[in-house]
């Protein structure tokens, strides 16, 4: 018993020394992810991490010659102890927007993807129709602007779901605030829950995240209405967050993924993931 | 420290303050009433009625009051349509309902326990002494039992008191926007989870430290012959 004491304690001070020594030099980091947001990250049956941006990490820490460990963190605090140190580097489709700029340092984005409603079949959104299917909302034209007005008009009154501290929850607060209740989730599965009993009418999320979704036995109630919508409070596209002084650690990851882009691996692992290329062209 | 982001999300925090008070008032209120009557139970002859509510005691004792809320909240949503039959849904959609729900069953659990021993410290020469007078069952609980129950009771009661003024901020886990969810809201936004946490923290420090004094004046009120 006291051997084994003994070597717990001696097993957590090799831990500790190992997390010191990789603070400031990047030949060894820790990457945060969610690990809940499939296909982008999830932990599969057997507790282990897995999803696009798991294999994505890997092959960019290949390419800048870093030794990597991924570590799994609830989405609401992901920020927070970024700041704190507990890790390097977040890959958790966290969205560019002016807002983190503000409290983050972003590399470049590796995978965009626009966000969407969706609705339980057969519950009176079926037939929500728009004019137009993609909306950019830092560049609004006629179309979109009725195309908006439709959705306001539809989902007014109404209860929708939306994960806490993400940008479609502050797309809502700024765009139908007003006339919609909003309900924050911790995380996805939470918010399908009660989109599936019915507690919320819809719920906005990630059209990456939902397509895969709907193509499998678990979505097979939901449906995707209304247009898919970018740009403006959805942001930039994803990209790895690192703390603001980390300049040069942001670059190393903007040039691995550049080189991932020439070579055609993001684009493979994106189709492999999410069945559509959602990954970042030029 | 980010002194603009507590000043702002102070007036923010205590806008949650009303809701947190309901979900507490609500669930104590709710939670006495089952406490009362599971305590009479446990203590009854009957066999069936003192091991069933001894199995309710000791299931919501010995469970962590999060589990119950997912299970209640999350787990009523798998029965949708079983519970629209039973016309009960309309009450579990809402989180509101079912954090009260938990909260109430959870303290109702300890609060039994609570009562249980009070009754149990009444002497037996007081209840011969009222048996002797020709007292009925249930004056004799109402005029001698419960009176001397409830004295001994009050300190561990108010211990129960301050634990689920702090167990309501677990109702922020199923979307309900009081003190804690309201914090979170804020940390989302401001990336401050130091500063915003500081205020929310001193609000319930605040509710607590009445919450304390009411039950010190309540216990000098009740046991005059020490305080003189």
């Not at chain 1, 570590?71 to 992901?78: F, K, L, R, T």
């Not at chain 2, 139970?41 to 009625?49: E, T, V």
Request: some cysteine; proline content about 3%; hydrophobic content about 45%.
């Amino acid at each position: 018993m006291k051997k084994l004491l003994i070597s717990v304690i001696a097993a957590l001070f090799v831990i500790s020394i190992a997390f010191t020594a990789s603070a400031g030099q990047y030949d060894k980091i820790t990457i945060a992810t969610e690990g809940a947001f499939a296909p982008w990250n999830f932990t599969d049956s057997s507790g282990q991490l897995d999803g696009f941006e798991i294999e994505l990490a890997k092959d960019l820490c290949k390419r800048m010659g870093v030794e990597y460990k991924m570590v799994p963190q609830a989405w609401d605090g992901i920020i927070p102890s970024l700041q704190a140190g507990k890790y390097d580097a977040i890959m958790a489709a966290m969205s560019i927007t002016e807002k983190r700029k503000n409290a983050v340092l972003f590399s470049r984005y590796y995978a965009a993807t626009p966000s969407i409603f969706i609705v339980l079949k057969n519950n009176g959104f079926d037939d929500l129709k728009t004019d137009v299917d993609a909306i950019t909302l830092d560049q609004v034209s006629p179309e979109e602007e009725a195309a908006m007005s439709v959705l306001s008009d539809t989902f007014g009154g109404k209860t929708i779901g939306v994960q806490a501290a993400t940008i479609q929850e502050r797309f809502l607060q700024q765009y139908l605030g007003k006339s919609v209740e909003i309900k924050s989730y911790d995380t996805q599965e939470n918010l399908e829950l009660d989109l599936q009993s019915g507690r919320i009418d819809a719920a906005l999320g990630a059209m990456s995240y939902w397509v895969p979704r709907l193509n499998d036995e678990k979505g097979k109630d939901f449906n995707m209405v209304g247009p898919g919508m970018t740009k403006g409070p959805f942001g930039e596209g994803v990209g790895v967050a690192v703390r603001q002084s980390d300049t040069e650690l942001a670059a190393m990851f903007s040039k691995a993924i550049n080189e991932a882009i020439a070579d055609g691996t993001l684009s493979k692992l994106a189709i492999k993931w999410f069945t559509f290329d959602a990954s970042a062209k030029e | 420290m980010k002194f603009d982001v507590m000043k702002e999300s102070f007036p923010q925090l205590i806008g949650g303050v009303p809701e947190t008070l309901l979900l507490v008032i609500f669930s104590l209120c709710i939670g006495f009433i089952l406490a009362v009557i599971f305590a009479q139970l446990r203590l009854s002859k009957n066999r069936f009625w003192s091991w069933f509510a001894g199995s309710y005691i000791y299931i919501f004792r010995s469970t962590p009051l999060l589990v119950q809320i997912y299970l209640i909240y999350y787990g009523s949503g798998q029965f949708r349509i079983f519970l629209q039959e039973l016309g009960l849904w309309t009450f579990f959609r809402e989180a509101w309902f079912c954090a009260i729900m938990a909260l109430s069953l959870n303290t109702g659990a300890y609060t039994a326990e609570i009562i249980r021993g009070g009754i149990q410290s009444v002497s037996w020469g007081e209840i011969e002494a009222g048996k002797a007078i020709g007292m009925k069952p249930l004056t004799l609980f109402r005029r001698i039992i419960f009176p001397v129950a409830i004295r001994q009771a009050l300190p561990g009661y108010g211990n129960e008191i301050i634990l689920i003024v702090k167990s309501s901020s677990l109702a922020s886990t199923i979307t309900i926007l009081e003190i804690t969810g309201i914090a979170k809201k804020i940390i989302a936004a401001t990336y401050a989870p130091i500063e915003v946490f500081i205020i929310a923290g001193s609000l319930y420090l605040v509710m607590n430290f009445i919450v304390t004094r009411i039950i010190e004046f309540t216990e000098h009120k009740l046991n005059p012959q020490f305080y003189r």
